[in-house]
């Protein structure tokens, strides 16, 4: 604790916030994104404090000192831009303002008829103290002397608190019982792309426009313009690398494979190489890096899976068997959650005698792609390799790229799924998938919108991934893709879908949420214009989430009285409140339903009698709605929901 | 933060609760309490863990140790006995349960129909490394090779998993992977009292019987029965100490006081002496301690009152003009908070340059009456002193003697007054002789009764103090004066009267909350059994009070609906849940209010229709009660409260 010397201060700096854990952990924000920084502040008596918040970036030496300001019960304030990328430490420190509190002193004294001249004396002392060696002092100072020798104590006032003189002592006073807040907490400032994007997931080898060929890098390429056409920013590939032989899976994860099956690409390496290569049928690095560049010529940024195992055939198991778990007559150990076993994947053992070349060689393998252009990462099963793995690596990429982005795809216990937020992944995949009910909706996203949650936490919300094929999207086909869409949308600023979504492909492994003739096993071909196709739909939704700022921030969400389970009613809205966003969905994908919905008339400054216009941004349609309560009936497939703005 | 070498444990710990501040402050238990410690542990993947509770009292070397055990989502339990005084250390540490996890993975291939052959050598050699030393053991490894010798490993698995062998091996394990929680947490433990008391206080000057006769300590003691009939258990007197006679005030705060005023009791010091001395008028200090120990027969604690700032008269003014503010002119300041002077004050200066020795001379004055059997103080606005010494002078104070009870005087801003329990008071005064109306009262309890403040805050009702004679008192008389008791009875395990309460006394200076000819600036002598006393009311609450457990613990405050806002109505409930009551009072001293309440007949295991008997703790009165909603009529003065319990 402190010592007796340094406790001797009256001031008292607590509550310092935002921060998570006790400032275990940095709170995380997009650049240019404005930080709000309180804390409770307290001296015993009457004296007038000083408060200040220091800030630093991790470039810069010195702290910046920024005025907090009081607002009221012992809270003190103070707002700072965020303009850079990259990691700030912030504080908070106080000390008694001498100058302020003797002056507010003798005007309470001389108002009540008090004579200080002794006060006056006091004052001038101190200010020629700390202020002898300012010129720009000296004039005020000589005044100051004037009004003592005249006893003309309203002018002596009067100098003493001009906004010319004051800040001249304020600033150079001795900060003799100074207090710092025992902590320096973080703020983690990434891409806005952080915070706001919208994904498109493809396996490559299914992109080929010719019946039965692999695809490649190439192929991709002649997607993008399809993929930008429906808004998508990030495209995210799954594992690009050479895929294992050993145990190679079949169709519908069938053993064992035939010749001509191609594997599933998380099964990482072989004799063409392991994570730092890439499949030569999907083509060379220097077809990968034009796919970037391509990519980024249409404003859309490049994902890799990061999937840390390794197929038995990859290089690391030859170079570095240490690296991997062994069984007591010595030979390797493949993954395995009993009963189930993976004859296919060895895994990693990260507390290996040798864990710190293990763990250097996969941040490796993360400069490696990110030297190849790729700034976003999906991490596969972050949750069965270790806490510490992750902060550490996260930390040290980090530390030298601002702008890279780490997706955790953990479905695991809602509290390893935080902390693994926490230690450093930029966005984390959800329980959205399992999400259907209006109960477990509002539920779960008044969770993750809550200020606590959303301090660590950005929830990207995947429609459907190749691992899973829900119920709702296999039995309610294109009525349900299109809701689902619109939740997954509006409910984040983080969104995406699996490729096959937007062709409404919903047949699934009876009884299973897999995909019948997984692409993880098999090339799958698709007409991407199949008749039946939602990609208008989704167009559209990407439209709004780029023209209304409301809905490409975190948090700021409330749901809404309606008078049907069937109906969910939601409202979301910006920062500055300016942008804001009325959404109706009717979460059953069998049934037109209708109901009324409540409309906050009165926070939003509508008279509560009046009529208004309400637009919705999916068709155009206005709307003449009065008061609070408003009738709305959806249709599935033909009008699943309302995006709603109040025209002015 | 930990090194890299510690973080390669794949374990967190984190929340570790209760914990105030982040660890930065004790929190509050009294002597046998129970501590139930919490705690999210985590560790990626499926391996068990074993998570351990640490806690040692302060005169303990060594840590004990105690399994926590799971109860979901992460997050693990353990409860601890506090049955010494003083404090103790506590913290959570965790490593994973090697031996029980092969053994859980064995389990599960073996049911699956998988051969164990090579997973039972390595659970055999890890146990037998780790068990060998061990005698007890040793019959259990040789059926264990005898199993796998066999093939038999029904047998194997059995005997692996036998209550007499797994704790052998549990216990032995290296703990490889260990983790501590950073922090270790506080709690101290205070006498019961310390929770659970019920404060009379009084100006010992006052207790004369001849008419005109300034009282002595054997006055007090006099007064002993009739103040333990009331079933009080702590004697408070204020100042005893020498009263100064510089700008001394007269009866009724006025200036300059006649020759024959006593002065306040505040104003300490005179030529008799200071802070540990007695006035010579009250008697000596050996008829102080003859007292204490009247008192200590009865079952009486006394309480002194802790004023740290001196008359001008004080001896340490001239033995230490140092601890002192000076002016220009070198002479010592009086109180003042502009425009108001306190010319009979000398505050001290806390922060001056020998504050050692002032900060040491402070506490040896508290040794000092401890010395002389004291162990309770109440302290006088402890807001106006530093918070650094508060924390300091507690602490020193409680290490030696753990029984000691401060009580904080302080009404100010919310948060000083939380921060000043924080610090280390064992009790703090509250707003409760401000609150008056429903809405104000149940805000106000819900908040001082939640979870989180009662870590820390203790609250003290006192329905009047010498300062404080609020408007309901004055204008309600004996009819709110009733009322109030039972409130400030049953909304605290603390709560106190200053004597003249139980008589009634309501002459207020107009205008003020001060009382008319007030005990602060004269002697006042009266008949203590003045006819419309409301003593046998009060020894009726005390009795209540002493008889159910439910009014002697902090929390478990509930409001319950009741369609009447001039009533209230309330529930108070024992850890253990047996002890219950049910409150009902007439907030409105002026007027007989009906009204329908509700009981929590469902959370009471109670028929919603079948009828039930309540029994008043305050008449003996009995009603027959069904269902959720009674019907109520308090009478201010007949009958201003309800105490009920629901007989079985």
Redesign the interface.
Known sequence: MEN?EK????I?V??VSPRI????FPVKRAVNDVLRVTA?V?K???DLLSVSLKIKHESEKEWNELDMEPDG??GWTAEFKLTQLGTYDYTVCAWTDTYATLL??MQ??H??G?DIH?DS??LI?FATEWTRDDAQALPHLEKLANALSAHDFETLLEEASSPEFTPLVRARQPRT?LVEY?KTLQVVVDDRRAVFSSWYELFPRSQSTQKGKHGTFRDVVSRLDDISRMGFDVLYLTPIHPIGVTARRGKNNSLPASSDDVGSPWAIGNEYGGHKSVDPNLGTLDDFKNLVHEAERRGIRVALDLAFQCSPDHPYVKEHPSWFFH???GSIRYAE???KKYPDIYPFN??APD?KDLWNELASVVEFWIAAGVKVFRVDN???????FW??LIKKVKKRHHDVIFLSEAFT????MY?LAKLGFTQSYTYFTWKNYDYEIKEYFTELSSAEVTEFFRPMLFTNTPDILTPVLQNGGRPAFKMRAVLAATLSPLWGIYSGYELVENQAKPGTEEYMDSEKYQIKQRDWDAPGNIKQFISTLNRIRAENSCLQTLGHLKFLEVDNPNLLFYTRWSDDGVSRLFIAVNINPYERHSGFVEMPVKEMGLSESAPYTVRDLLTGERYVWRGVKNFISLTPDLRPAHILEVEK
């Not at 406790?7 to 009256?10: K, M």
């Not at 216990?413 to 390893?416: G, H, I």
Request: glycine fraction near 8%.
């Open positions: 007796r406790r001797r201060s009256g008292f607590s509550s854990d006790c400032g275990r409770d307290m015993p008596g009457h019960n012992d507010r002193n309470k004294w108002a009540s008090e002794q004396i006091q002392e019982d025992g069984r007591p007559d959650n009993p009963p990260f507390d864990w972050p949750h069965t390799k270790p806490f510490a902060e550490w216990r809602p509290k390893v902390t």
